[in-house]
């Protein structure tokens, strides 16, 4: 597809694990690096592919009209955010602060400043929380959002705020992600946990013990790549998507210990499962799964990787950081 070189396109949170893949998106789905602009903290890494980078903080609401002011961006998609569970819970007021303050701050900036800018939000399927206890099945987009944790409630906020200001024009996308995973993920996450554990096994670092929380939950998981080309799609100034709001799921929840029986199956080494108790949390919720027929409807949108690729390319990415 051929864009417009006046198409910019402005990345929040471009340094962060999603959006380093998203910029690889854009550029895959035909975007031209001069064309995107990767705002990222001062203490970041700026953004390769020779793509525009943009420092700044997403708190200072006069520094980033400045920048929406200055680029006229198509498109602003905004994944900047405390997305850790633990460390929202941890920073009550800082995970507000940035989940859904800034969010508030540059919807209101582009109706002041940049009317014709799209913003595509990074939301969660957090946001649904308890409702998942109410069905058996993958839930749509009409399912009330009743979240049980401050990220979750952060994410709900800003979803809902993001919906009534689509009333009074403002061009918004949400998207409720479900969990999404891949190479360069943090191990503060379930699926690079146990990867960045059996790569240490395998390297000689540890002992072949593997030690894991609750195992029991089903959650729905997709690639990380399949999520960001569900964001670059949204960019596309010809989609017909303004106030739409998109479950981005597979639409199959997997058990946890089932991720871990495969990632463990990758590797020739004996490896024994042990139940630490420092990770043993119960689960509020114990089967979580997201209806995509909507976004495969509007967006023509669906996962495209084969989850044990997701998998594999993960424990590799954990393989290489242990290579002597």
């Known amino acids: ?19 380093k893949v998203c910029i690889d998106a854009l550029l895959g789905d035909g975007r031209h690096p001069d064309q995107i602009f990767a705002l990222s ?98 839930i749509d987009e009409v399912t009330p959002l009743r979240p049980a944790t401050t990220y979750g409630a952060t994410k709900a906020a800003a979803d809902m705020l993001l919906g009534q200001m689509a009333q009074d024009g403002l061009r918004a996308v949400r998207f409720r992600a479900f969990n999404h995973t891949g190479p360069g993920q943090a191990p503060a996450y379930v699926v690079p946990a146990f990867a960045e554990q059996i790569a240490r096994i395998e390297a000689g670092l540890q002992p072949p013990v593997v030690r894991v929380g609750n195992l029991e939950a089903k959650r729905d998981f997709l690639d990380v790549r ?34 871990l029986d495969a990632l463990v199956g990758m590797s020739d080494r004996p490896i024994d499962v042990e139940t630490d108790p420092n990770k043993l949390r119960p689960s509020d919720v114990p089967y979580a799964a997201g209806s995509n027929v909507r976004i495969r409807k509007h967006l023509g949108w669906a996962p495209e990787h084969d989850f044990e690729e997701t998998l594999r390319d993960t424990l590799n990415f954990w393989r290489e950081q242990f290579v002597s």
């Open 1 to 19: 597809m051929a864009f417009s070189r006046q198409d910019k396109i402005l990345v929040t949170g471009a340094a962060g694990f999603v959006g």
């Open 41 to 138: 903290r001062h203490n970041e890494q700026a953004p390769a592919h020779g793509v525009n980078s943009v420092k700044g903080d997403i708190l200072n609401r006069a520094a980033m009209r400045d920048v929406v002011a200055e680029l006229q961006p198509c498109a602003i998609i905004h994944l900047a955010a405390i997305a850790e569970p633990a460390k929202a819970r941890a920073d009550h007021d800082g995970a507000w602060a940035v989940n859904f303050d800034s969010v508030r701050h540059l919807a209101e900036t582009i109706l002041e400043v940049s009317a014709k800018t799209r913003l595509i939000f990074a939301g969660s399927a957090e946001a649904y929380g308890a409702s998942f206890n109410d069905t058996d099945g993958p």
């Open 226 to 259: 399949d999520v960001a080309v569900a964001y670059a799609g949204a960019a596309d100034p010809d989609a017909d998507i303004d106030g739409s709001v998109f479950n981005l799921a597979s639409g199959e929840a997997r058990s946890i210990r089932s991720i």
